[in-house]
């Protein structure tokens, strides 16, 4: 009876954690289909503007215009932001955005860590506290934009670090965060946001850069690469967000499947277990009958 009873115990308790894990899919599911619609909405436009951009910023490297926000400079002060989630329960989405930003560390900016030239700046809860634990140089923490996700409150902070790789606090400025392919899938992205890349050589043809300027080109500095900046750096930041939506549904929709499957194998084990207790239990009046004819 005690071998039944902890079956029970046990039962009871992962169904209370099916109970748990199916609700935080339903969720994650309902703000899944609404940042997503806001991704697709976003990003025909982020990459048209970011095509421009691209253009534009070799069509001002031709003309000899200065474009503060593409200088070609060594990487001698380098800033990578990593975009995480305040929480987890979503498989791997966190621990890869990690290891590759301690890839980044140790392999393509060495030199500048062990000279004390690399800063981090954490959006999310999981990164930062991560590497605040390895003693890493932080910046101060951005966790609330994942609470309150607005174009408006992601600009400041873009407009900060534009601010800061102009003044040369930065040489360069790299996103490191999972791109939302769909609920199953999100992909590793690591992604220069400061200085903007000029178009490659082998690609020049691909990108038309000259466009007939209304207003000037030095208007357009002012107004068109920041805005342009601010939207790719919010694009980032709500396709991890997006992302981790569909990653926590996907965890959810598994661990709910694994409850489901412990629960059945779980309730074989207790009624054999109870068939052979009735059948002890059988065993011991008959026995018990026989003794008292004999």
Not at 85 to 92: E, M, P, Q
Not at 258 to 286: C, F, H, M, P, W
């Amino acid at each position: 009876m005690a071998n039944l009873k902890a079956i029970r115990i046990r039962i009871s308790s992962v169904k209370s954690t099916r109970q748990i894990t199916s609700a935080m899919k339903m969720v994650s599911a309902a703000k899944l289909r609404k940042a997503q619609d806001k991704i697709v909405r976003l990003r025909p436009y982020a990459t048209k503007l970011h095509e421009i951009l691209v253009g534009l910023s070799q069509s001002l490297a031709d003309a000899e215009i200065e474009n503060v926000y593409g200088r070609n400079v060594s990487r001698e002060k380098v800033l990578v932001v990593v975009i995480t989630s305040n929480r987890g329960l979503c498989g791997a989405f966190n621990t890869n955005v990690i290891k590759e930003t301690r890839r980044l560390v140790s392999e393509k900016y060495q030199e500048q860590y062990r000279n004390g030239n690399l800063h981090l700046l954490a959006i999310g809860r999981k990164g930062y506290d991560f590497f605040r634990k390895q003693k890493a140089k932080m910046l101060p923490e951005q966790n609330g934009l994942l609470n309150d996700l607005s174009f408006e409150n992601v600009s400041v902070v873009a407009g900060e670090l534009m601010k800061s790789f102009v003044a040369g606090d930065y040489d360069c400025v790299e996103l490191v965060y999972n791109q939302f392919k769909n609920a199953a899938v999100q992909n590793l992205t690591v992604e220069q946001f400061l200085p903007v890349e000029t178009v490659p050589a082998g690609k020049i043809k691909s990108v038309p850069v000259d466009y007939i300027y209304e207003p000037s080109k030095e208007e357009i500095i002012l107004e068109l690469i920041p805005k342009s900046l601010k939207i790719q750096f919010y694009k980032a930041v709500l396709d991890s967000f997006v992302a981790e939506h569909g990653a926590r549904m996907t965890a959810m929709h598994k661990a709910t499947d694994n409850a489901t499957d412990i629960i059945r194998d779980l309730t074989l084990q207790y009624n054999k277990a109870r068939q052979a207790s009735i059948t002890n239990q059988i065993l011991e009046v008959v026995s018990g009958a026989e003794a008292l004819r004999g």
